[in-house]
């Protein structure tokens, strides 16, 4: 059974930071594309960021330059450090695993974890 399960959300002032963490399991991870989305109430969910197999990274423009992603492919966890959080961040981050050649089309998906940030 595949599991993604998503860690180190809270609350934090504008201005702070939070790493958020993705254990996954169930799945090869290493040959996995790994990416960090995020969705408001009445809003799309929205890529925040993607890294690849070989750990190259792409982000949204609003995640340049303040949010970076990387990954344990011996741990299975993939991880999001956000600097200079601003309210305009605050939203329910999602883990998602997708393979070109793995698992189902839309990939899997973690359960969330909120993410508020307070001016």
């Known amino acids: 059974q595949v599991q993604l399960v998503e860690s180190g959300g809270g609350l934090v002032q504008s201005g702070g930071s939070l790493r958020l963490s993705c254990a996954a399991s169930?799945?090869?991870?290493?040959?996995?594309?790994m990416g960090w989305y995020r969705q408001v109430p009445g809003k799309q969910r929205e890529m925040v960021a993607h890294i690849a197999t070989g750990g190259s990274t792409n982000y949204a423009d609003f995640a340049k330059g303040r949010f970076t992603a990387s990954r344990d492919n011996a741990k299975n966890t993939v991880y999001l450090q956000m600097n200079s959080l601003r309210p305009e961040d605050t939203a329910v981050y999602y883990c998602?695993?997708?393979?070109?050649?793995?698992?189902?089309?839309?990939?899997?998906w973690g359960q969330g974890t909120q993410v508020t940030v307070s001016s």
């Open positions: 169930g799945i090869i991870f290493s040959i996995y594309t």
């Open positions: 998602h695993a997708t393979s070109v050649l793995y698992g189902p089309v839309g990939g899997y």
